[in-house]
Structure formats: structure tokens, C-alpha cells
């Protein structure tokens, strides 16, 4: 088990399936915030797991203009299930075939387990890592790590004086 | 990223002793059936440590999976806002397999609570930018499911049962 990918490296650009028929690249994000969160599996057994908190934190993450994705080795069919069950209204993506290639380049995989670890990451505008963070895999960590990125981010930003670009949009 | 952010304050539904020197905060969701196994739980604390324990309720519904959990939050709310608060949280947990709208109704008449009046604050999402507020003061302080739990502002990672609980409030107690 790895260490994930630290901030300041460039974001490893991919692109997976988000649909049965779609795909999905990171590069289509650019201009824009990106959180990316690898997760085990679809179908945790409990009420309020990772991917339902962050659908219900959605308006937040719009608030500083960024784009939720998760990310995980399930197939783009039993995301899609999943997504439908649980309401969910952002991208899952497939990191399917080659099964965990994406997670690898993040050092975000489990190899044995051969699953996603639960790792975060916050990508600039630029396609930057900003900061990132990997969770016990037992734990979900929650939004605060990522809101408290996007307010630094945020601010940064402001501090560069391209306070216009992060107010469009949203 | 296990502490609460958000201090309790007169904002808050309270029970309790007002000046308990534990405070144990939920963050809940009226829909989810562990909150309601977990109500149980946290009244029996109540029994045990009367005055000494203050427990604090917040709202965390996960609207996308509990579409009950919402008005539920806000008849709550309603309620609250006549002083009956915890008779309505106490109702809903007692009956969530009821859990509807017209069951929301019924408890507010109940409760001597206008019916029409929760009906039109539930149109007009008169006291959803409360619940909206406790859920993002969740968020912020690390909340993800629920029920989660803090013991003087850290969070308790523990099993919710009464025995577990217990045995993490009792340290905390005054010295008597």
C-alpha cells in the first residue's frame, strides 16, 4: 500500500467509462475543481455511506465551482444501478478495464484486496493536486477534509487575483 | 477532523440539565432506522445521568435515500418552534414505520398543534434553512451517516448502545 498522490503533482489525466456508453476524462473538467474520490465498492450496507453524503453535499461543492466524481473498480452497469438506487447526481466512473489502472497511478489501490482505496483528492483548475488525503479503509471520511480544501483553494485563488474566474459559473 | 465545529448554542433543541457538564450532540436522521434504535439508547442515558447529561439534537437527513426524513426535520422544527420539539421528535421515533406525511399531521393535532399551519410551513419550507444549517454544520465537522455522535465537542467513534455510551460519558461526570 502505497502513499496517493501529493499535492503539487499534475492530476494523471484518464478516461473511464460513466456510462454503459459514455466516457468520462478528467481533461473535460479542466477550468474547474475537481474532486476525486476512489472508493471501495458500490453497495456499502449502511445508510449514509461516502457517496451519500457527498450527493447530499453537492450544492456545496457547486458553491466553489467544483465537479464531484467518484471512482471505484465496479462496472459501469452496477454503477449505474447503484447510482439509480441511491439518487445519486454525480459521475461514478468505471476503473474497470484494465481493472484499477487509474487507482494505480494515484496510489490509490489496494493490490490483494484488488479494490479502490478511500482516497480524496482535490484537483486545481489547472489540473493540479491540491490536496489529498487517504482514509482508513474502513472509515468514510466525510466532506469536511474536502470543503476545508476548497475554502484554501478558494482562497489562493483569490490571493492570485483570479477572484473573477471562480465566481462564474457554479 | 473529529471535532464539533459548531458550538451548542441557543439555536439548539435541548434536554436535559441546561448546564450538564457533558453534552452529547446527535446529528440524526428521523427516517433512519439506527437513529431510531440509537433514540432509544440515548433516552436510557438520559434516565441514568438525569441533570448531568445535556443532549442536543441536529438535523442530518439524507434526503436522496430517506425522502421522509426532511418533513419529518421540519415538523420537528415546527414543533419546536411552540415548544413542543421533543414531543414531536419522541412521536416520530416511537412510530418511524409510520412515518408519513399525514402521520406528521396527526401527531402536530395531537400535540395541540395546528395541522394547517405545519401543512403551509411544509409548502412554504418555512424551517427548512434551519435543518439545511444543522446538516452543513454536520458536514463541517465531519459528520458522514448517521447517527454520529459528540461527547464535549470530540466525536464519539464508539458503538451507540447504552452500555458503550455510558461507560464513555461516566469519566466526564463531576465529581459528586
Known amino acids: 500500500m502505497g502513499q496517493v498522490l501529493a499535492p503539487g503533482v499534475t492530476a494523471p489525466d484518464f478516461t473511464l467509462r460513466v456510462t454503459p456508453d459514455q466516457t468520462l476524462s478528467l481533461g473535460d473538467l479542466r477550468g474547474r475543481p475537481a474532486i476525486l474520490a476512489f472508493y471501495p465498492a458500490d453497495w456499502s450496507p449502511v445508510c449514509g455511506d461516502q457517496m451519500a453524503v457527498y450527493n447530499q453535499v453537492l450544492p456545496e461543492f457547486r458553491k466553489y465551482d467544483a465537479e464531484v ?81 476548497l475554502d484554501r483553494l478558494e482562497n489562493q485563488e483569490k490571493g492570485d487575483g483570479r477572484t473573477q474566474s471562480a465566481s462564474v459559473g457554479g | 477532523m473529529a471535532e464539533l465545529r459548531v458550538p451548542v448554542s441557543a439555536a439548539d433543541h435541548i434536554r436535559g440539565g441546561a448546564s450538564g457538564k457533558v453534552i452529547l450532540v446527535e446529528y440524526g436522521d428521523y427516517e433512519c432506522p439506527y437513529c431510531r434504535l440509537a433514540h432509544v439508547q440515548v433516552m436510557q442515558l438520559g434516565q441514568h445521568f438525569g441533570d448531568e447529561l445535556t443532549y442536543v439534537f441536529r438535523n442530518f437527513p439524507l434526503t436522496e435515500i430517506h425522502p421522509l426524513a426532511e418533513p419529518a426535520a421540519e415538523a420537528a422544527e415546527f414543533a419546536g418552534a411552540q415548544g413542543q420539539f421533543w414531543a414531536m421528535h419522541d412521536a416520530i421515533y416511537a412510530h418511524q414505520e409510520q412515518l408519513s406525511l399525514p402521520f406528521l399531521l396527526g401527531t402536530a393535532r395531537a400535540l395541540g398543534l395546528s395541522e394547517n399551519n405545519l401543512a403551509a410551513a411544509l409548502e412554504a419550507g418555512t424551517y427548512e434553512p434551519k435543518v439545511k444549517q444543522d446538516f452543513l454544520g454536520g458536514v463541517r465537522s465531519g459528520v458522514n451517516g448517521t447517527p454520529t455522535f459528540f461527547i464535549n465537542g470530540h466525536r464519539y467513534e464508539g458503538p451507540f448502545d447504552y452500555q458503550h455510551m455510558a461507560a464513555a460519558i461516566q469519566p466526564l461526570r463531576p465529581r459528586l
Do not use: M
Not at chain 1, 96 to 112: H, I, L, M, N, T
Open chain 1, 69 to 149: 466524481i467518484g471512482i471505484s473498480v465496479d462496472s459501469a452497469w452496477c454503477h449505474q444501478a447503484f447510482a439509480e438506487t441511491r439518487h445519486l447526481h454525480f459521475p461514478l466512473l468505471a476503473d474497470f478495464e484494465p481493472k484499477g489502472s487509474v487507482a494505480r497511478q494515484y496510489g490509490a489501490y489496494r493490490d490483494g484486496d484488488g479494490v479502490c482505496e478511500r482516497a480524496l483528492f482535490v484537483v486545481d483548475r489547472e489540473g493540479i493536486i491540491f490536496w489529498s488525503y487517504r482514509s482508513p479503509i474502513a472509515v468514510n471520511p466525510g466532506a469536511d477534509g474536502i470543503l476545508d480544501a
